[in-house]
DNA sequence: GCCAACGTTGGC
DNA sequence: GCCAACGTTGGC
């Protein structure tokens, strides 16, 4: 089983959102590659959430995978943000699972934490620039930041 | 198909 | 608010 990681900006769309919400659809994603790890989630698999663009930026829980990618709905709204003229019914562009909450951290893993930690500076969240919002994260990784966490 | 311009992300 | 990094767009 994969495990992963997710950014998501908590002013938007936070884990106590979906905590509070139990499951949610993971959509909005448009960036091809951020597409192609989220359609390569499995149900069942487990995924840590990010909070990015806040102070501190820090992995606060986990989640894991409800539904399998499907066709993301609002590619084809027109009046949404995230409409995509170039997707069709047929042929679309952009999927999206179904997340639930697991659980949340007590305490935060913030991101000078994970830069700290030598076993993990192999991250796409932690190289330099590094703008993906969607990424694997290896087994050891994924057990060392649920113990950086006290979980 | 190249590549400059532009927009977005996201840490600081 | 700044700005580096990166992806996308669009003219040619």
Do not use: C
């Amino acid at each position: 089983m994969a495990k992963w990681l997710v950014k998501t900006e908590p002013e938007v769309f936070s884990i106590a959102d979906l905590k509070r919400e139990r499951a949610t659809s993971w959509g909005g994603v448009r960036n091809y590659q951020a597409r192609n790890f989220l359609r390569a989630m499995k149900v069942g698999e487990e995924v840590l959430i990010y909070h990015s663009n806040t102070e501190p930026p820090a992995v606060v829980g986990v989640a894991a995978v409800k539904r399998a990618a499907y066709p993301d709905p609002e590619q084809f709204d027109r009046h949404s943000e995230y409409f995509d003229g170039k997707s069709t019914q047929e042929n679309p562009r952009w999927f999206s699972p179904d997340l639930m909450f697991v659980k949340e951290f007590p305490t935060p893993v913030e991101l000078a934490r994970l830069k700290a930690e030598r076993k993990l500076k192999a991250m796409p969240l932690l190289q330099r620039g590094s703008r993906l919002s969607v990424m694997p994260v290896t087994a050891d990784e994924f057990k060392y930041i649920l113990r950086l966490a006290g979980a």
